[in-house]
């Protein structure tokens, strides 16, 4: 049996091509995102390690502590006869200006000190060695265009301006504080100075001679003070090493599911196969019967056709994943670590018997049902005069209708308890789960679906001509075969479409949201800081004499405590609270908010309500207010909304403002207003001036790259389901080679046979486009009304309009192989075979 499984394998070895590709490419994803989260981790752990181990021991304050270390802790260290240099590293707020002279990010950025001893060296160029060189962060020299040689502006803790010639970059490694707020590295007497700290975060001290490290831990320990930890410098590695192992898990995990989603669509696509190839192959499983196999023989002639199959399969998407995974880390690498691209591609065991055991395993389970109906085909079988699909029957059952109706009604009802308020989380989930319940009654039904399709659409197919009456007829002949054929399509189709409705929902939601709170030109902040003192008034001032500026609108807020909760006290001046407050009213009004009259958010109101009264502990006591509203929604930060009357009596120790907005007067052209903005901030280096169109923009184009992202990665999976369409058609070709021999001795030219195939395929990706588009938008609409409290629906027509013609195309694509062969085959010889 063994022998004559191999031998059919070898002589219908084409049967099986595309789906050798689609578990190849399944495969391939896998191996590949293990390879480059293997090779990221061991690149991160090898940064990390090489820094720590460059000192023995490391001193730093614990996470909980609320100063650093002291000058006279690192004298008492230097003094050690265990220690043979030690020196401590600053690292407190030393805002850089960029090339503009405006202060880089909304948080300063770090000085950080580099001497004698420490764990950072230049990535390019030289650490600092004087008082007017500085190094920069490699991410901080991305961000803001400087380069060696360049000089920078620094400020000092006075706000006054240093300039530094950049000597090099330093590579921080994983640090995510220096990744997000960027750094400027000094020599340690000029750090001391551009920071205003005495204090270290970190000493770093190197062995004397003859003393282990575990030693020179144990005599730092000894005159440091509670409340900080000393590690020699493998441990401090090891602990960096988890860290950035953590963060390459997180990428893994997110890789993976998209991998999880081509393998889903790749075993779809082997199932079809195999059932087809099964319900082709009666006449020969009926004669292995005959002959005396038993019915677990023909079982394990199926299960080791599989087996073949996937195993080989598997073994070239391993080595085409080690091949993806280097080219992904060699080209995405710098996104994460800079460096790291150096570092020597990682293939471990566990990769590649994950990869051969996935794509085996998956080939395994998805043709046991296939491999069940073969052991039930009868030795009369081997009489019938051709071989037919009919194990894939036309008959659609009251049962199937039934429960494919029960799982679509169970879906909406998952559903509609998502969209009652049970948190933003537990929704989404709900969806999710409801999704996956509305796809198996999809899955069920469509045949009926095909049916369906294809009964509306075939008197316009009729009116177009032979090829597409004929592409109908064939359709619609054998529904559970085309629903087999579309199915892997659907399931790509409905992430995609789903993830766009998603995307350009969130788009459209957000604008409408920074539109609501932002309804302004510019807004001007502070940098933050733990010494932030707000906007500086004379900004204000001047904007308000300006006559380019229409409009200026003043934000102060305060933390207090509220009835055993903290309250978020907002006020807004210069103008009405119901205009610029974002919030919808659930009860009340906010025009009412006015002296003595305050609007509060659900979330803080409790059982409270309009005309209850609010008390709050104020920096001038404990003082009452009446609730004039109370509002719900995704408002922004606040938990109560006050007057500024009230806010100025209640906390008059809040005197200046954290935000203004800024809107243009309406003869001001553009220019102007930028450049009245401009000059009021001009000697204030460190506040931010945001353009609101251009906050706009910016979130545009994260969501747009995460949609592109995201759609490249599924992607995969409509390509492997293509490659099903492909092979199906391809078989049905085979099956029906006497039909099309009949229908060309009729008359039929070539052309119009290979038309025929071309539009059966086309309509095929057509009908499971469309059904996933269907599924896409209903399950996006309902993810986005999980997240979203006040939702503004969108449905990119564009996008799912380009879906469609691409899923045409790629029908197109995938009927040129099979319609070439259905065209060039022998009447004469076709017709003479059975």
Same mark, same amino acid.
């Given at each position: 049996? %063994?022998?004559?499984?191999?031998?059919?394998?070898?002589?219908?070895?084409?049967?099986?091509?595309?789906?050798?590709?689609?578990? &190849?490419?399944?495969?391939?994803?896998?191996?590949?995102?293990?390879?480059?989260?293997?090779?990221?981790?061991?690149?991160?752990?090898?940064?990390?390690?090489?820094?720590?181990?460059?000192?023995?021991?490391?001193?730093?304050?614990?996470?909980?502590?609320?100063?650093?270390?002291?000058?006279?802790?690192?004298?008492?260290?230097?003094?050690?006869?265990?220690?043979?240099?030690?020196?401590?590293?600053?690292? &407190?707020?030393?805002?850089?200006?960029?090339?503009?002279?405006?202060?880089?990010?909304?948080?300063?950025?770090?000085?950080?000190?580099?001497?004698? *001893?420490?764990?950072?060296?230049?990535?390019?160029?030289?650490?600092?060695?004087?008082?007017?060189?500085?190094?920069? @962060?490699?991410?901080?020299?991305?961000?803001?265009?400087?380069?060696?040689?360049?000089?920078?502006?620094?400020?000092?803790?006075?706000?006054?301006?240093?300039?530094?010639?950049?000597?090099?970059?330093?590579?921080?490694?994983?640090?995510?504080?220096?990744?997000?707020?960027?750094?400027?590295?000094?020599?340690?007497?000029?750090?001391?100075?551009?920071?205003?700290?005495?204090?270290?975060?970190?000493?770093?001290?190197?062995?004397?001679?003859? =003393?282990?490290?575990?030693?020179?831990?144990?005599? *730092?320990?000894?005159?440091?003070?509670?409340?900080?930890?000393?590690?020699?410098?493998?441990?401090?590695?090891?602990?960096? @090493?988890?860290?950035?192992?953590?963060?390459?898990?997180?990428?893994?995990?997110?890789?993976?599911?998209?991998?999880?989603?081509?393998?889903?669509?790749?075993?779809? *696509?082997?199932?079809?196969?195999?059932?087809?190839?099964?319900?082709?192959?009666?006449?020969?499983?009926?004669?292995?019967?005959?002959?005396?196999?038993?019915?677990?023989?023909?079982?394990?002639?199926?299960?080791?056709?599989?087996?073949?199959?996937?195993?080989?399969?598997?073994?070239?998407?391993?080595?085409?994943?080690?091949?993806?995974?280097?080219?992904?880390?060699?080209?995405?690498?710098?996104?994460?670590?800079?460096?790291?691209?150096?570092?020597?591609?990682?293939?471990?065991?566990?990769?590649?018997?994950?990869?051969?055991?996935?794509?085996?395993?998956?080939? +395994?389970?998805?043709?046991?049902?296939?491999?069940?109906?073969?052991?039930?085909?009868?030795?009369?079988?081997?009489?019938?005069?051709?071989?037919?699909?009919?194990?894939?029957?036309?008959?659609?059952?009251?049962?199937?209708?039934?429960?494919?109706?029960?799982?679509?009604?169970?879906?909406?009802?998952?559903?509609?308890?998502?969209?009652?308020?049970?948190?933003?989380?537990?929704?989404?989930?709900?969806?999710?789960?409801?999704?996956?319940?509305?796809?198996?009654?999809?899955?069920?039904?469509?045949?009926?679906?095909?049916?369906?399709? =294809?009964?509306?659409?075939?008197?316009?197919?009729?009116?177009?001509?032979?090829?597409?009456?004929?592409?109908?007829?064939?359709?619609?002949?054998?529904?559970?075969?085309?629903?087999?054929?579309?199915?892997? +399509?659907?399931?790509?189709?409905?992430?995609?479409?789903?993830?766009?409705?998603?995307?350009?929902?969130?788009?459209?939601?957000?604008?409408?949201?920074?539109?609501?709170?932002?309804?302004?030109?510019?807004?001007?902040?502070?940098?933050?800081?733990?010494?932030?003192?707000?906007?500086?008034?004379?900004?204000?001032?001047?904007?308000?004499?300006?006559?380019?500026?229409?409009?200026?609108?003043?934000?102060?807020?305060?933390?207090?405590?509220?009835?055993?909760?903290?309250?978020?006290?907002?006020?807004?001046?210069?103008?009405?609270?119901?205009?610029?407050?974002?919030?919808?009213?659930?009860?009340?009004?906010?025009?009412?908010?006015?002296?003595?009259?305050?609007?509060?958010?659900?979330?803080?109101?409790?059982?409270?309500?309009?005309?209850?009264?609010?008390?709050?502990?104020?920096?001038?006591?404990?003082?009452?207010?009446?609730?004039?509203?109370?509002?719900?929604?995704?408002?922004?930060?606040?938990?109560?909304?006050?007057?500024?009357?009230?806010?100025?009596?209640?906390?008059?120790?809040?005197?200046?403002?954290?935000?203004?907005?800024?809107?243009?007067?309406?003869?001001?052209?553009?220019?102007?207003?930028?450049?009245?903005?401009?000059?009021?901030?001009?000697?204030?280096?460190?506040?931010?001036?945001?353009? =609101?169109?251009?906050?706009?923009?910016?979130?545009?184009?994260?969501?747009?790259?995460?949609?592109?992202?995201? *759609?490249?990665?599924?992607?995969?999976?409509? =390509?492997?389901?293509?490659?099903?369409?492909?092979?199906?058609?391809?078989?049905?070709?085979?099956?029906?080679?006497?039909?099309?021999?009949?229908?060309?001795?009729?008359?039929?030219?070539?052309?119009?046979?290979? %038309?025929?195939?071309?539009?059966?395929?086309?309509?095929?990706?057509?009908?499971?486009?469309?059904?996933?588009?269907?599924?896409?938008?209903?399950?996006?609409?309902?993810?986005?009304?999980?997240?979203?409290?006040?939702?503004?629906?969108?449905?990119?027509?564009?996008?799912?309009?380009?879906?469609?013609?691409?899923?045409?195309?790629?029908?197109?694509?995938?009927?040129?192989?099979?319609?070439?062969?259905?065209?060039?085959?022998?009447?004469?010889?076709?017709?003479?075979?059975?």
């Amino acid at each position: 049996m %063994l022998r004559t499984t191999l031998a059919g394998l070898r002589l219908h070895k084409g049967r099986l091509v595309t789906t050798a590709l689609a578990i &190849a490419l399944g495969v391939m994803f896998v191996s590949g995102t293990l390879v480059f989260s293997d090779t990221l981790r061991e690149s991160f752990t090898s940064q990390v390690m090489a820094s720590a181990q460059t000192v023995d021991a490391v001193a730093q304050p614990e996470a909980d502590a609320d100063q650093g270390i002291s000058r006279e802790v690192l004298d008492d260290v230097r003094a050690l006869p265990e220690i043979d240099r030690a020196a401590g590293v600053t690292r &407190a707020p030393a805002p850089l200006l960029d090339k503009d002279g405006r202060a880089v990010g909304s948080v300063p950025t770090l000085g950080v000190s580099v001497g004698e *001893v420490t764990r950072y060296s230049a990535a390019e160029g030289e650490l600092p060695d004087g008082p007017d060189e500085a190094a920069l @962060a490699t991410t901080t020299a991305d961000t803001t265009g400087y380069e060696v040689g360049d000089t920078a502006t620094v400020l000092g803790p006075e706000g006054q301006k240093h300039d530094f010639t950049v000597t090099g970059l330093i590579d921080f490694g994983i640090s995510g504080e220096i990744n997000y707020r960027g750094a400027v590295a000094f020599t340690p007497a000029t750090a001391a100075e551009m920071t205003g700290t005495d204090t270290f975060a970190e000493i770093d001290a190197i062995a004397a001679e003859g =003393v282990t490290a575990e030693q020179a831990v144990q005599a *730092v320990s000894a005159v440091t003070a509670s409340g900080t930890e000393v590690l020699t410098g493998q441990e401090l590695g090891e602990r960096l @090493a988890e860290q950035a192992g953590l963060q390459a898990e997180v990428l893994t995990v997110a890789l993976l599911l998209f991998a999880m989603i081509s393998m889903l669509v790749a075993a779809i *696509v082997i199932h079809n196969t195999f059932a087809i190839l099964v319900a082709q192959r009666q006449r020969e499983m009926a004669l292995l019967r005959c002959v005396g196999a038993v019915r677990g023989q023909v079982f394990g002639s199926v299960v080791i056709e599989a087996l073949v199959v996937g195993l080989l399969a598997s073994a070239a998407g391993v080595a085409a994943g080690i091949g993806l995974g280097t080219v992904g880390f060699a080209l995405g690498s710098q996104a994460f670590a800079s460096g790291s691209a150096e570092t020597a591609v990682v293939v471990t065991p566990q990769t590649v018997l994950i990869g051969l055991g996935v794509g085996t395993a998956m080939t +395994l389970f998805a043709a046991l049902l296939p491999a069940r109906r073969a052991m039930f085909v009868p030795p009369l079988a081997a009489l019938r005069t051709s071989a037919v699909a009919t194990g894939l029957g036309k008959r659609l059952s009251a049962v199937r209708v039934a429960v494919g109706a029960l799982l679509l009604l169970a879906s909406a009802g998952v559903v509609a308890f998502a969209m009652r308020d049970v948190g933003p989380e537990v929704g989404l989930y709900l969806v999710t789960g409801a999704g996956m319940i509305a796809f198996v009654g999809v899955v069920v039904l469509s045949p009926l679906l095909v049916r369906a399709a =294809v009964a509306a659409i075939a008197p316009l197919m009729r009116a177009t001509g032979v090829s597409a009456t004929l592409a109908a007829d064939n359709a619609r002949r054998n529904p559970r075969r085309a629903a087999t054929a579309m199915i892997a +399509l659907t399931v790509g189709a409905t992430l995609i479409s789903g993830y766009s409705v998603i995307n350009a929902t969130m788009m459209a939601t957000t604008t409408e949201m920074l539109d609501r709170q932002f309804p302004v030109d510019y807004q001007i902040q502070a940098q933050f800081s733990e010494d932030s003192e707000g906007v500086p008034g004379e900004v204000g001032a001047q904007l308000r004499d300006s006559s380019a500026v229409g409009r200026v609108i003043s934000q102060r807020s305060a933390t207090v405590e509220g009835d055993e909760r903290l309250a978020f006290v907002y006020t807004y001046r210069g103008a009405d609270p119901a205009t610029v407050a974002p919030a919808e009213a659930r009860a009340g009004d906010l025009a009412d908010v006015r002296p003595g009259h305050v609007a509060v958010h659900a979330d803080f109101a409790g059982d409270s309500g309009v005309g209850d009264t609010l008390t709050l502990e104020t920096e001038e006591g404990r003082r009452s207010y009446t609730i004039a509203a109370v509002v719900g929604g995704n408002q922004g930060a606040w938990s109560v909304l006050m007057a500024p009357r009230d806010f100025a009596a209640a906390f008059p120790g809040v005197d200046t403002d954290e935000l203004l907005m800024v809107t243009g007067a309406e003869d001001a052209e553009d220019q102007a207003l930028a450049d009245a903005i401009d000059s009021a901030v001009a000697e204030y280096p460190t506040v931010q001036v945001d353009s =609101v169109a251009q906050m706009r923009q910016q979130y545009e184009d994260v969501l747009a790259t995460a949609f592109l992202a995201i *759609v490249a990665m599924l992607g995969l999976a409509v =390509v492997i389901a293509v490659f099903g369409i492909a092979n199906t058609l391809a078989l049905s070709v085979l099956e029906r080679t006497r039909e099309s021999a009949m229908l060309r001795a009729l008359g039929l030219k070539r052309g119009q046979l290979r %038309l025929m195939l071309s539009i059966e395929a086309a309509l095929l990706c057509l009908i499971g486009a469309l059904v996933g588009i269907a599924l896409g938008v209903s399950f996006g609409w309902a993810a986005a009304a999980a997240i979203f409290d006040t939702l503004v629906f969108q449905v990119p027509a564009a996008q799912i309009g380009g879906f469609i013609a691409a899923a045409v195309a790629a029908g197109l694509l995938a009927s040129v192989l099979p319609s070439r062969r259905a065209a060039r085959t022998s009447i004469t010889a076709a017709l003479a075979s059975e």
